[in-house]
T-cell receptor, first 112, second 115 residues
Framework: KNQVEQSPQSLIILEGKNCTLQCNYTVSPFSNLRWYKQDTGRGPVSLTIMTFSENTKSNGRYTATLDADTKQSSLHITASQLSDSASYICVVRTLTGNQFYFGTGTSLTVIP | SQTIHQWPATLVQPVGSPLSLECTVEGTSNPNLYWYRQAAGRGLQLLFYSVGIGQISSEVPQNLSASRPQDRQFILSSKKLLLSDSGFYLC??????????????FGAGTRLSVL
């Protein structure tokens, strides 16, 4: 069964600290994995997209990693800011068809 | 540049009333279009997707329907709303034929409350 699981479900960190969000998937055949940031009451916005051959990709203070062998991905946020408070969603796309599988997200709260 | 418009932003409707949510995309042609629902504390659930005018694929059987009367217009409808239809509805588009780099771009969403 194709699934995407994210952990932790929620996270609270102090401003300026780093954090890492996890995504494990069982989707097959794998095409790519992307991380989205969703502010409360808004639509998700793409942060990074990674294909099978990519291990690391950065977008400013966001760094995503992918281990296609273990089917795990992580999103590392460095020097967190209050504006990082949002839900972070991991999405995996299949190689065939037009299927996107969404995780339930990690709710991140950055406090001063 | 491409933009996606979704309206209304919020909607409160009584049970049994009809529904029509509209989504339009600008700045691109022949997009793939999607309707998602996001319940509180849950992940996004794909409801419908379309690869062309009049071509609709339904992922989840329910009392909702979708239509694509024009290339860049996607409409989500219901004849009679249920309480369980409450949620956050998101429209998205993606470029057709971009292969592995296919990214979905989301609208701002519609918060639907059925009372």
């Amino acid at each position: 069964k194709n699934q995407v699981e994210q952990s932790p479900q929620s996270l609270i960190i102090l401003e300026g600290k780093n954090c890492t969000l996890q995504c494990n998937y069982t989707v097959s055949p794998f095409s790519n994995l992307r991380w989205y940031k969703q502010d409360t009451g808004r639509g998700p916005v793409s942060l990074t997209i990674m294909t099978f051959s990519e291990n690391t990709k950065s977008n400013g203070r966001y760094t995503a990693t992918l281990d296609a062998d273990t089917k795990q991905s992580s999103l590392h946020i460095t020097a967190s800011q209050l504006s990082d408070s949002a839900s972070y969603i991991c999405v995996v796309r299949t190689l065939t068809g037009n299927q996107f599988y969404f995780g339930t997200g990690t709710s991140l709260t950055v406090i001063p | 540049s491409q933009t996606i418009h979704q309206w209304p932003a919020t909607l409160v409707q009584p049970v049994g009333s009809p529904l029509s949510l509209e989504c339009t995309v600008e700045g691109t042609s022949n997009p793939n279009l999607y309707w998602y629902r996001q319940a509180a504390g849950r992940g996004l659930q794909l409801l419908f997707y379309s690869v062309g005018i009049g071509q609709i694929s339904s992922e989840v059987p329910q009392n909702l329907s979708a239509s694509r009367p024009q290339d860049r217009q996607f409409i989500l409808s219901s004849k009679k709303l249920l309480l369980s239809d409450s949620g956050f509805y998101l429209c998205a588009w993606s470029v057709r034929g971009r292969g592995d780099k296919n990214i979905q771009y989301f609208g701002a969403g519609t918060r639907l409350s059925v009372l």
